[in-house]
Nanobody, 120 residues
Framework: QVQLVESGGGLVQAGGSLRLSCAAS????????MGWYRQAPGKQRELVAA???????HYADSVKGRFTISRDDAKNTVYLQMNMLKPEDTAVYYC??????????????WGQGTQVTVSS
């Protein structure tokens, strides 16, 4: 079992930046991919960015060029640097980690979520 604890959410003005962190504990050896999803009110949860142990990264088109995902395996932590934030980035951001967190076959764990609010 993997436990995930997120931090770094908050309120920021449009154009500003935030950095989210997610620390993993438990059966760390089972983690191949780590990443972030988000869910805005009335919308489905969507993948924002993912980082594989191999170093491969994946980004949603809506955040490419603005968000950067990074991972520190020594600290079992994944980060999401969010720059040039827009009001449409407002959502609850969830950390995810496990064998597979991208695509239709999700095999992993979820964090509790952290609110990101971008004011216009």
């Amino acid at each position: 079992q993997v436990q995930l604890v997120e931090s770094g959410g908050g309120l920021v003005q449009a154009g500003g930046s935030l950095r989210l962190s997610c620390a993993a504990s438990g059966t760390i050896f089972s983690i191949i991919q780590m990443g972030w999803y988000r869910q805005a009110p009335g919308k489905q949860r969507e993948l924002v960015a993912a980082h594989s142990r191999s170093g491969d990264t994946h980004y949603a088109d809506s955040v490419k060029g603005r968000f950067t995902i990074s991972r520190d395996d020594a600290k079992n932590t994944v980060y999401l640097q969010m720059n040039m934030l827009k009001p449409e980035d407002t959502a609850v951001y969830y950390c995810a980690a496990g064998l597979s967190i991208v695509g239709d076959s999700f095999i992993g764990s979820w964090g509790q979520g952290t609110q990101v609010t971008v004011s216009s």
